[in-house]
Protein backbone atom coordinates (compact mmCIF):
# COMPACT_ATOMS: atom_id res chain seq x y z
CA UNK A 1 0.00 0.00 0.00
CA UNK A 2 2.96 2.38 -0.63
CA UNK A 3 4.35 2.34 3.01
CA UNK A 4 7.28 1.01 3.89
CA UNK A 5 6.28 -1.18 7.64
CA UNK A 6 8.68 -1.39 10.75
CA UNK A 7 8.18 -5.50 11.21
CA UNK A 8 8.14 -5.95 15.16
CA UNK A 9 7.07 -9.63 14.95
CA UNK A 10 8.75 -12.96 13.92
CA UNK A 11 11.23 -12.85 11.25
CA UNK A 12 12.99 -15.74 9.36
CA UNK A 13 16.88 -15.80 9.35
CA UNK A 14 18.32 -16.58 5.78
CA UNK A 15 21.54 -18.70 5.78
CA UNK A 16 23.71 -18.08 2.39
CA UNK A 17 24.35 -21.61 1.04
CA UNK A 18 27.93 -21.06 0.79
CA UNK A 19 29.26 -22.31 4.34
CA UNK A 20 32.83 -21.24 5.75
CA UNK A 21 35.36 -22.19 7.74
CA UNK A 22 34.62 -21.23 12.03
CA UNK A 23 37.62 -23.28 13.74
CA UNK A 24 37.43 -26.24 12.18
CA UNK A 25 34.07 -26.73 11.10
CA UNK A 26 31.84 -25.32 8.31
CA UNK A 27 29.18 -23.05 9.11
CA UNK A 28 26.78 -21.66 6.70
CA UNK A 29 26.53 -17.62 6.58
CA UNK A 30 23.80 -15.62 8.14
CA UNK A 31 22.66 -12.98 5.82
CA UNK A 32 19.82 -11.07 6.86
CA UNK A 33 15.94 -11.96 7.58
CA UNK A 34 12.71 -11.65 6.42
CA UNK A 35 9.40 -10.84 8.54
CA UNK A 36 7.01 -13.59 9.28
CA UNK A 37 4.05 -12.28 8.40
CA UNK A 38 0.66 -13.67 8.79
CA UNK A 39 -2.55 -13.71 7.20
CA UNK A 40 -3.36 -10.47 8.52
CA UNK A 41 -0.99 -8.63 7.11
CA UNK A 42 -1.43 -10.81 3.77
CA UNK A 43 -5.05 -9.31 3.82
CA UNK A 44 -4.28 -5.57 4.43
CA UNK A 45 -1.57 -6.40 1.02
CA UNK A 46 -4.75 -7.70 -0.72
CA UNK A 47 -7.00 -4.51 0.53
CA UNK A 48 -4.44 -2.49 -0.60
CA UNK A 49 -4.26 -4.01 -3.78
CA UNK A 50 -7.99 -4.15 -3.92
CA UNK A 51 -8.26 -0.40 -3.21
CA UNK A 52 -5.28 0.86 -5.69
CA UNK A 53 -7.86 -0.99 -8.42
CA UNK A 54 -11.05 0.23 -7.13
CA UNK A 55 -13.04 -1.63 -9.71
CA UNK A 56 -11.00 -0.62 -12.84
CA UNK A 57 -11.49 2.82 -11.83
CA UNK A 58 -7.72 3.55 -9.93
CA UNK A 59 -5.42 5.63 -10.84
CA UNK A 60 -3.59 2.59 -12.56
CA UNK A 61 -5.81 1.13 -14.37
CA UNK A 62 -6.58 3.80 -15.85
CA UNK A 63 -3.73 5.69 -16.57
CA UNK A 64 -2.43 5.91 -20.51
CA UNK A 65 -0.38 3.39 -21.77
CA UNK A 66 2.39 6.31 -22.02
CA UNK A 67 2.31 7.32 -18.39
CA UNK A 68 2.69 3.99 -17.57
CA UNK A 69 5.62 3.52 -19.65
CA UNK A 70 7.27 6.57 -17.96
CA UNK A 71 6.26 4.92 -14.46
CA UNK A 72 8.49 1.27 -15.91
CA UNK A 73 11.50 3.49 -17.02
CA UNK A 74 11.76 5.75 -14.17
CA UNK A 75 11.94 1.62 -12.09
CA UNK A 76 14.59 0.39 -14.73
CA UNK A 77 16.72 3.65 -14.04
CA UNK A 78 16.33 2.58 -10.68
CA UNK A 79 16.85 -0.79 -11.05
CA UNK A 80 20.15 -0.07 -12.67
CA UNK A 81 21.20 2.03 -9.99
CA UNK A 82 20.83 -1.11 -7.49
CA UNK A 83 22.73 -4.06 -9.86
CA UNK A 84 26.04 -4.47 -7.61
CA UNK A 85 23.82 -4.75 -4.60
CA UNK A 86 20.86 -7.44 -6.50
CA UNK A 87 24.30 -8.95 -7.91
CA UNK A 88 25.98 -10.10 -4.85
CA UNK A 89 22.45 -10.89 -3.07
CA UNK A 90 21.99 -13.46 -6.20
CA UNK A 91 25.31 -14.93 -5.11
CA UNK A 92 25.12 -14.91 -1.39
CA UNK A 93 21.46 -16.12 -1.10
CA UNK A 94 20.88 -18.88 -3.94
CA UNK A 95 24.41 -19.62 -4.47
CA UNK A 96 24.45 -18.27 -8.58
CA UNK A 97 27.79 -17.85 -9.91
CA UNK A 98 28.78 -14.38 -10.43
CA UNK A 99 28.72 -14.49 -14.10
CA UNK A 100 25.62 -15.88 -14.37
CA UNK A 101 24.13 -13.46 -11.44
CA UNK A 102 25.22 -10.43 -14.20
CA UNK A 103 23.62 -11.89 -16.87
CA UNK A 104 20.18 -12.78 -15.03
CA UNK A 105 20.04 -9.27 -14.12
CA UNK A 106 21.05 -7.75 -17.69
CA UNK A 107 18.27 -10.47 -19.55
CA UNK A 108 15.78 -8.98 -16.98
CA UNK A 109 16.45 -5.10 -17.50
CA UNK A 110 16.91 -6.19 -21.42
CA UNK A 111 13.12 -8.42 -20.64
CA UNK A 112 11.97 -5.30 -19.47
CA UNK A 113 13.08 -2.80 -22.19
CA UNK A 114 11.57 -5.34 -24.99
CA UNK A 115 8.31 -5.84 -22.92
CA UNK A 116 7.75 -1.56 -22.85
CA UNK A 117 8.67 -1.56 -26.75
CA UNK A 118 5.66 -4.62 -27.39
CA UNK A 119 3.65 -2.47 -25.36
CA UNK A 120 4.20 0.47 -27.64
CA UNK A 121 3.31 -1.46 -30.83
CA UNK A 122 0.04 -3.20 -29.27
CA UNK A 123 -0.87 0.28 -27.53
CA UNK A 124 -0.58 2.14 -31.12
CA UNK A 125 -2.58 -0.90 -32.67
CA UNK A 126 -5.27 -0.36 -30.12
CA UNK A 127 -5.74 3.25 -30.86
CA UNK A 128 -6.62 2.25 -34.66
CA UNK A 129 -10.59 1.91 -35.32
CA UNK A 130 -11.79 -0.91 -37.24
CA UNK A 131 -15.19 -0.52 -39.06
CA UNK A 132 -17.04 -3.43 -39.72
CA UNK A 133 -20.55 -4.15 -40.78
CA UNK A 134 -21.22 -0.59 -39.80
CA UNK A 135 -20.01 -0.71 -37.01
CA UNK A 136 -16.82 0.98 -35.60
CA UNK A 137 -14.79 -0.29 -32.97
CA UNK A 138 -11.73 0.36 -30.62
CA UNK A 139 -10.25 -2.62 -29.45
CA UNK A 140 -8.27 -2.72 -26.48
CA UNK A 141 -6.05 -4.47 -24.17
CA UNK A 142 -7.66 -4.10 -20.45
CA UNK A 143 -6.47 -5.17 -16.96
CA UNK A 144 -7.98 -8.26 -15.14
CA UNK A 145 -7.58 -6.88 -11.59
CA UNK A 146 -5.27 -7.97 -8.68
CA UNK A 147 -2.55 -10.48 -9.61
CA UNK A 148 -1.25 -12.75 -7.12
CA UNK A 149 2.64 -13.38 -8.28
CA UNK A 150 5.35 -15.75 -6.80
CA UNK A 151 8.30 -16.55 -8.63
CA UNK A 152 11.10 -19.40 -8.30
CA UNK A 153 14.40 -19.39 -5.95
CA UNK A 154 16.45 -20.33 -9.27
CA UNK A 155 15.60 -17.22 -11.14
CA UNK A 156 14.44 -15.31 -8.71
CA UNK A 157 15.10 -12.20 -10.17
CA UNK A 158 14.45 -12.88 -13.50
CA UNK A 159 11.57 -15.08 -13.82
CA UNK A 160 9.93 -13.17 -10.72
CA UNK A 161 10.23 -9.82 -13.48
CA UNK A 162 8.85 -12.08 -16.22
CA UNK A 163 5.57 -11.94 -14.67
CA UNK A 164 5.28 -8.86 -12.67
CA UNK A 165 6.57 -6.64 -15.16
CA UNK A 166 4.07 -7.70 -17.66
CA UNK A 167 1.29 -7.79 -15.22
CA UNK A 168 2.14 -4.30 -13.41
CA UNK A 169 2.40 -2.72 -17.30
CA UNK A 170 -1.05 -3.45 -18.50
CA UNK A 171 -2.39 -1.82 -15.41
CA UNK A 172 -3.31 -4.75 -12.96
CA UNK A 173 -2.41 -4.27 -9.54
CA UNK A 174 -0.13 -6.90 -7.61
CA UNK A 175 0.81 -8.72 -5.00
CA UNK A 176 3.91 -10.12 -5.05
CA UNK A 177 5.31 -12.51 -2.84
CA UNK A 178 9.45 -13.28 -3.36
CA UNK A 179 10.31 -16.94 -3.24
CA UNK A 180 11.71 -18.88 0.04
CA UNK A 181 15.26 -18.95 -1.78
CA UNK A 182 15.20 -15.24 -2.83
CA UNK A 183 13.71 -12.89 -0.63
CA UNK A 184 16.24 -10.15 0.04
CA UNK A 185 17.46 -9.83 -3.32
CA UNK A 186 14.23 -8.11 -3.78
CA UNK A 187 14.84 -6.07 -0.67
CA UNK A 188 16.94 -3.31 -2.98
CA UNK A 189 13.74 -2.13 -4.89
CA UNK A 190 11.03 -1.86 -2.31
CA UNK A 191 11.35 1.59 -2.39
CA UNK A 192 11.30 2.02 -6.35
CA UNK A 193 8.31 0.57 -6.54
CA UNK A 194 7.12 2.92 -3.75
CA UNK A 195 8.64 5.92 -5.63
CA UNK A 196 8.08 5.07 -9.40
CA UNK A 197 4.12 3.73 -9.11
CA UNK A 198 0.96 5.03 -7.54
CA UNK A 199 0.25 3.65 -3.73
CA UNK A 200 -1.17 -0.19 -3.60
CA UNK A 201 0.44 -0.93 -7.26
CA UNK A 202 2.91 -3.23 -6.19
CA UNK A 203 2.51 -4.72 -2.42
CA UNK A 204 5.38 -6.84 -1.05
CA UNK A 205 4.27 -10.03 1.28
CA UNK A 206 6.55 -12.27 3.10
CA UNK A 207 6.33 -14.87 5.15
CA UNK A 208 5.60 -18.73 5.43
CA UNK A 209 3.79 -19.38 1.72
CA UNK A 210 1.46 -22.29 3.47
CA UNK A 211 0.42 -19.39 6.07
CA UNK A 212 -0.03 -15.95 3.64
CA UNK A 213 -1.08 -17.42 0.15
CA UNK A 214 -4.26 -20.44 0.96
CA UNK A 215 -5.96 -17.19 2.66
CA UNK A 216 -5.61 -14.61 -0.09
CA UNK A 217 -6.86 -17.38 -2.48
CA UNK A 218 -10.22 -18.50 -0.23
CA UNK A 219 -11.00 -14.51 -0.32
CA UNK A 220 -12.05 -15.02 -4.57
CA UNK A 221 -10.84 -11.81 -4.79
CA UNK A 222 -7.72 -12.82 -6.91
CA UNK A 223 -8.17 -12.76 -10.38
CA UNK A 224 -5.19 -13.98 -11.67
CA UNK A 225 -2.59 -16.43 -10.19
CA UNK A 226 1.19 -16.11 -11.32
CA UNK A 227 3.34 -19.02 -10.02
CA UNK A 228 6.74 -20.15 -11.55
CA UNK A 229 7.13 -23.22 -9.28
CA UNK A 230 5.11 -26.53 -9.05
CA UNK A 231 3.04 -28.38 -10.62
CA UNK A 232 1.25 -29.37 -6.90
CA UNK A 233 1.35 -25.85 -5.50
CA UNK A 234 0.11 -24.36 -8.32
CA UNK A 235 -2.90 -27.38 -8.59
CA UNK A 236 -3.77 -26.82 -4.99
CA UNK A 237 -3.74 -22.75 -5.01
CA UNK A 238 -6.18 -23.09 -7.80
CA UNK A 239 -8.46 -25.57 -5.97
CA UNK A 240 -8.24 -23.06 -3.21
CA UNK A 241 -10.10 -20.36 -5.19
CA UNK A 242 -14.02 -20.42 -4.61
CA UNK A 243 -14.94 -19.16 -8.08
CA UNK A 244 -12.67 -21.36 -10.10
CA UNK A 245 -13.92 -20.04 -13.39
CA UNK A 246 -13.36 -16.41 -12.83
CA UNK A 247 -9.31 -17.05 -12.15
CA UNK A 248 -6.87 -17.18 -15.04
CA UNK A 249 -3.60 -18.69 -14.24
CA UNK A 250 -0.29 -18.10 -15.84
CA UNK A 251 1.90 -21.19 -14.76
CA UNK A 252 5.37 -22.27 -15.39
CA UNK A 253 5.82 -25.86 -14.03
CA UNK A 254 7.66 -29.00 -13.79
CA UNK A 255 9.13 -30.64 -16.39
CA UNK A 256 11.12 -33.49 -17.21
CA UNK A 257 13.06 -32.56 -20.86
CA UNK A 258 14.97 -35.50 -22.66
CA UNK A 259 17.97 -35.14 -24.53
CA UNK A 260 17.43 -37.70 -27.36
CA UNK A 261 20.82 -38.99 -28.76
CA UNK A 262 20.27 -40.80 -32.17
CA UNK A 263 22.81 -43.00 -33.58
CA UNK A 264 24.11 -40.92 -36.44
CA UNK A 265 24.72 -37.64 -34.17
CA UNK A 266 27.97 -36.16 -33.33
CA UNK A 267 28.89 -36.95 -30.63
CA UNK A 268 30.79 -34.11 -29.41
CA UNK A 269 27.97 -31.66 -30.27
CA UNK A 270 25.92 -33.55 -27.98
CA UNK A 271 27.90 -34.18 -25.20
CA UNK A 272 29.28 -29.99 -25.12
CA UNK A 273 25.37 -29.63 -25.40
CA UNK A 274 23.88 -32.04 -22.75
CA UNK A 275 26.87 -30.76 -20.14
CA UNK A 276 25.18 -27.85 -20.67
CA UNK A 277 21.77 -28.45 -20.62
CA UNK A 278 21.97 -30.76 -17.93
CA UNK A 279 24.16 -29.12 -15.44
CA UNK A 280 24.36 -25.39 -15.67
CA UNK A 281 23.50 -24.13 -12.57
CA UNK A 282 23.68 -27.47 -10.95
CA UNK A 283 21.04 -28.85 -12.92
CA UNK A 284 18.42 -26.17 -11.50
CA UNK A 285 16.68 -24.74 -14.51
CA UNK A 286 13.24 -25.76 -14.98
CA UNK A 287 14.60 -26.24 -18.30
CA UNK A 288 17.34 -28.22 -18.19
CA UNK A 289 17.51 -31.46 -19.91
CA UNK A 290 16.22 -34.31 -16.99
CA UNK A 291 16.93 -37.18 -18.94
CA UNK A 292 19.43 -38.49 -21.55
CA UNK A 293 18.15 -41.08 -23.93
CA UNK A 294 21.54 -42.53 -25.86
CA UNK A 295 21.38 -44.94 -28.59
CA UNK A 296 23.33 -48.48 -27.58
CA UNK A 297 25.71 -48.34 -30.29
CA UNK A 298 26.89 -45.01 -29.25
CA UNK A 299 26.06 -45.12 -25.78
CA UNK A 300 29.73 -46.10 -24.39
CA UNK A 301 31.41 -43.27 -26.58
CA UNK A 302 28.92 -40.65 -25.48
CA UNK A 303 29.46 -42.21 -21.56
CA UNK A 304 33.08 -41.65 -21.45
CA UNK A 305 33.15 -38.28 -23.57
CA UNK A 306 30.48 -37.16 -21.31
CA UNK A 307 32.38 -38.08 -18.14
CA UNK A 308 35.82 -36.44 -19.70
CA UNK A 309 33.78 -33.38 -20.08
CA UNK A 310 32.10 -33.56 -16.49
CA UNK A 311 35.57 -34.01 -15.10
CA UNK A 312 36.51 -30.73 -16.93
CA UNK A 313 33.53 -28.62 -14.85
CA UNK A 314 35.01 -26.07 -12.24
CA UNK A 315 33.38 -26.42 -8.68
CA UNK A 316 33.65 -23.39 -6.29
CA UNK A 317 32.41 -20.37 -4.81
CA UNK A 318 30.24 -18.39 -6.97
CA UNK A 319 32.44 -15.32 -7.01
CA UNK A 320 35.45 -17.34 -8.49
CA UNK A 321 36.23 -16.58 -12.28
CA UNK A 322 35.38 -19.38 -14.69
CA UNK A 323 33.14 -21.39 -11.96
CA UNK A 324 30.29 -23.75 -13.09
CA UNK A 325 28.71 -25.80 -10.18
CA UNK A 326 28.29 -24.06 -7.08
CA UNK A 327 26.55 -24.32 -3.61
CA UNK A 328 22.49 -25.82 -3.85
CA UNK A 329 20.48 -23.05 -1.55
CA UNK A 330 17.68 -25.61 -1.16
CA UNK A 331 18.88 -27.52 2.51
CA UNK A 332 17.13 -30.71 1.80
CA UNK A 333 18.22 -31.22 -1.44
CA UNK A 334 21.30 -33.02 -0.73
CA UNK A 335 19.31 -35.18 1.01
CA UNK A 336 16.83 -35.51 -1.76
CA UNK A 337 19.48 -36.44 -4.16
CA UNK A 338 21.23 -39.08 -2.21
CA UNK A 339 18.25 -40.85 -2.29
CA UNK A 340 17.48 -40.96 -5.85
CA UNK A 341 21.24 -41.77 -6.42
CA UNK A 342 20.70 -44.79 -3.88
CA UNK A 343 17.14 -45.51 -5.53
CA UNK A 344 18.73 -45.84 -8.70
CA UNK A 345 21.70 -48.10 -7.48
CA UNK A 346 19.07 -50.34 -6.17
CA UNK A 347 17.72 -50.83 -9.58
CA UNK A 348 20.26 -51.58 -11.41
CA UNK A 349 22.30 -48.31 -12.29
CA UNK A 350 25.94 -47.46 -11.19
CA UNK A 351 27.23 -43.75 -10.70
CA UNK A 352 29.82 -43.94 -13.80
CA UNK A 353 31.54 -41.07 -13.04
CA UNK A 354 34.43 -40.72 -10.19
CA UNK A 355 33.05 -39.07 -6.69
CA UNK A 356 29.40 -38.68 -8.27
CA UNK A 357 26.99 -37.88 -5.78
CA UNK A 358 29.60 -36.90 -3.23
CA UNK A 359 28.30 -33.99 -0.89
CA UNK A 360 30.21 -31.53 0.89
CA UNK A 361 28.02 -29.24 2.81
CA UNK A 362 26.16 -27.87 0.56
CA UNK A 363 28.24 -28.75 -2.74
CA UNK A 364 27.02 -32.22 -5.06
CA UNK A 365 29.22 -33.38 -7.21
CA UNK A 366 27.45 -33.76 -10.13
CA UNK A 367 26.26 -38.01 -10.60
CA UNK A 368 26.34 -39.83 -14.01
CA UNK A 369 23.55 -42.63 -13.66
CA UNK A 370 23.35 -45.78 -16.47
CA UNK A 371 21.93 -47.27 -17.27
CA UNK A 372 18.73 -46.19 -15.75
CA UNK A 373 15.47 -47.88 -16.33
CA UNK A 374 11.48 -46.95 -15.26
CA UNK A 375 12.00 -48.55 -12.14
CA UNK A 376 14.10 -45.69 -10.37
CA UNK A 377 12.54 -42.60 -9.24
CA UNK A 378 15.23 -40.61 -11.90
CA UNK A 379 13.63 -41.89 -14.69
CA UNK A 380 10.25 -39.58 -13.99
CA UNK A 381 11.06 -37.56 -10.90
CA UNK A 382 12.02 -33.79 -11.78
CA UNK A 383 15.33 -33.84 -10.14
CA UNK A 384 15.88 -30.34 -10.32
CA UNK A 385 19.72 -30.62 -9.45
CA UNK A 386 23.00 -32.31 -10.86
CA UNK A 387 22.02 -36.02 -11.10
CA UNK A 388 22.16 -37.17 -15.09
CA UNK A 389 20.04 -40.19 -15.89
CA UNK A 390 21.06 -41.59 -18.48
CA UNK A 391 18.79 -44.33 -20.51
CA UNK A 392 20.20 -47.14 -23.37
CA UNK A 393 17.71 -47.27 -26.62
CA UNK A 394 17.44 -50.06 -29.42
CA UNK A 395 14.51 -48.10 -31.38
CA UNK A 396 13.41 -44.63 -31.45
CA UNK A 397 10.27 -45.37 -30.52
CA UNK A 398 11.28 -46.01 -26.71
CA UNK A 399 12.33 -42.03 -25.65
CA UNK A 400 9.12 -41.24 -28.06
CA UNK A 401 6.93 -43.45 -26.31
CA UNK A 402 8.52 -41.73 -22.29
CA UNK A 403 7.93 -38.49 -24.08
CA UNK A 404 4.12 -39.72 -24.88
CA UNK A 405 3.55 -41.27 -21.37
CA UNK A 406 5.24 -38.29 -19.49
CA UNK A 407 2.84 -36.23 -17.38
CA UNK A 408 5.30 -33.54 -18.41
CA UNK A 409 5.27 -31.58 -21.49
CA UNK A 410 7.73 -28.40 -21.82
CA UNK A 411 10.84 -29.46 -24.40
CA UNK A 412 13.04 -32.10 -25.84
CA UNK A 413 16.40 -31.70 -27.89
CA UNK A 414 16.98 -34.45 -30.13
CA UNK A 415 20.83 -35.26 -31.92
CA UNK A 416 21.64 -36.82 -34.83
CA UNK A 417 22.85 -35.60 -38.32
CA UNK A 418 20.11 -37.07 -40.62
CA UNK A 419 17.55 -34.22 -41.73
CA UNK A 420 15.01 -36.57 -43.03
CA UNK A 421 15.15 -38.38 -39.88
CA UNK A 422 15.05 -35.38 -37.96
CA UNK A 423 12.09 -34.13 -40.06
CA UNK A 424 10.16 -37.16 -39.84
CA UNK A 425 10.31 -36.55 -35.64
CA UNK A 426 9.38 -33.09 -35.13
CA UNK A 427 5.44 -33.30 -35.74
CA UNK A 428 5.09 -35.99 -33.60
CA UNK A 429 7.26 -34.50 -30.97
CA UNK A 430 6.01 -31.13 -30.98
CA UNK A 431 2.47 -32.30 -30.29
CA UNK A 432 3.96 -33.44 -26.88
CA UNK A 433 5.84 -30.58 -25.80
CA UNK A 434 6.25 -26.97 -26.77
CA UNK A 435 9.25 -26.52 -27.95
CA UNK A 436 11.74 -29.25 -30.18
CA UNK A 437 15.80 -28.65 -30.03
CA UNK A 438 17.44 -30.03 -33.17
CA UNK A 439 20.83 -30.61 -31.62
CA UNK A 440 20.82 -27.71 -29.54
CA UNK A 441 20.15 -27.89 -25.52
CA UNK A 442 16.88 -27.06 -24.20
CA UNK A 443 16.61 -23.46 -22.59
CA UNK A 444 13.91 -20.67 -22.37
CA UNK A 445 15.69 -18.10 -24.75
CA UNK A 446 15.49 -16.21 -26.38
CA UNK A 447 13.04 -13.92 -24.24
CA UNK A 448 11.03 -13.34 -27.30
CA UNK A 449 10.16 -17.08 -27.97
CA UNK A 450 7.00 -18.30 -26.99
CA UNK A 451 7.73 -20.04 -23.55
CA UNK A 452 5.40 -22.67 -22.61
CA UNK A 453 4.71 -26.45 -21.82
CA UNK A 454 2.14 -29.12 -22.23
CA UNK A 455 0.42 -31.25 -19.89
CA UNK A 456 1.08 -31.12 -16.30
CA UNK A 457 4.03 -28.40 -17.38
CA UNK A 458 3.23 -25.33 -18.14
CA UNK A 459 -0.48 -22.90 -18.48
CA UNK A 460 -0.26 -20.18 -20.49
CA UNK A 461 2.38 -18.61 -22.46
CA UNK A 462 5.14 -16.05 -21.37
CA UNK A 463 7.04 -14.11 -23.78
CA UNK A 464 7.39 -11.21 -24.29
CA UNK A 465 4.38 -10.60 -26.02
CA UNK A 466 2.66 -13.56 -24.93
CA UNK A 467 2.69 -12.66 -21.37
CA UNK A 468 1.50 -8.69 -21.97
CA UNK A 469 -1.56 -10.20 -23.12
CA UNK A 470 -1.56 -13.23 -20.64
CA UNK A 471 -2.44 -10.01 -18.33
CA UNK A 472 -4.72 -8.70 -20.22
CA UNK A 473 -8.48 -8.98 -21.72
CA UNK A 474 -8.77 -7.88 -25.20
CA UNK A 475 -12.15 -5.15 -24.66
CA UNK A 476 -13.86 -3.70 -27.56
CA UNK A 477 -15.49 -0.23 -27.45
CA UNK A 478 -18.42 -0.15 -30.26
CA UNK A 479 -20.38 2.36 -32.35
CA UNK A 480 -22.30 2.52 -35.42
CA UNK A 481 -20.99 4.20 -38.22
O1 LIG B 1 14.05 -22.57 -14.64
C1 LIG B 1 13.39 -22.24 -15.61
C2 LIG B 1 13.85 -21.18 -16.50
O2 LIG B 1 12.79 -20.80 -17.33
C3 LIG B 1 15.05 -21.59 -17.30
O3 LIG B 1 15.47 -20.56 -18.11
O4 LIG B 1 16.45 -21.87 -19.99
O5 LIG B 1 16.99 -19.48 -19.69
O6 LIG B 1 17.88 -21.17 -18.09
P1 LIG B 1 16.75 -20.78 -19.02
Not at 39 to 58: C, I, P, Q, S, W
Not at 74 to 89: C, G, P, Q, R, S
Request: proline letters at 6%.
Amino acid sequence: GGEMRQWAGATQDVYSPIFVKNGDKFESVHIGSYPITSEKEAMEALEAALKAYDNGRGEWPTMSVSERIACMEHFIKKMLEKKTEIVNLLMYEIGKSLADSIKEFDRTVEYIYDTIDCLKDIDRNSSRFKIEQGIIGQIRRSPFGVVLCMGPFNYPLNETYTTLIPAILMGNTILFKPPKHGTLLHYPMLEAFKECFPKGVVNTIYGRGANVVPPLMQTGKINVLTLIGSSKVANDLKKMHPKLNRLRAVLGLDAKNAGIILKNADVELAVKECILGSLSFNGQRCTAIKIIWVHRSIAKKFLNRFTEELEKLKFGMPWETGVNLTPLPEPNKPAYLAECIADAKANGAEVINQGGGTTVNSFVYPAVLYPVNSKMKVYSEEQFGPIVPIVPFDDVEEPIQFIIDSSHGQQVSIFGSNPDQIAHLIDPLVNQVSRVNINAQCQRGPDTFPFTGRKDSAEGTLSVEDALRAFSIRTVVATKD
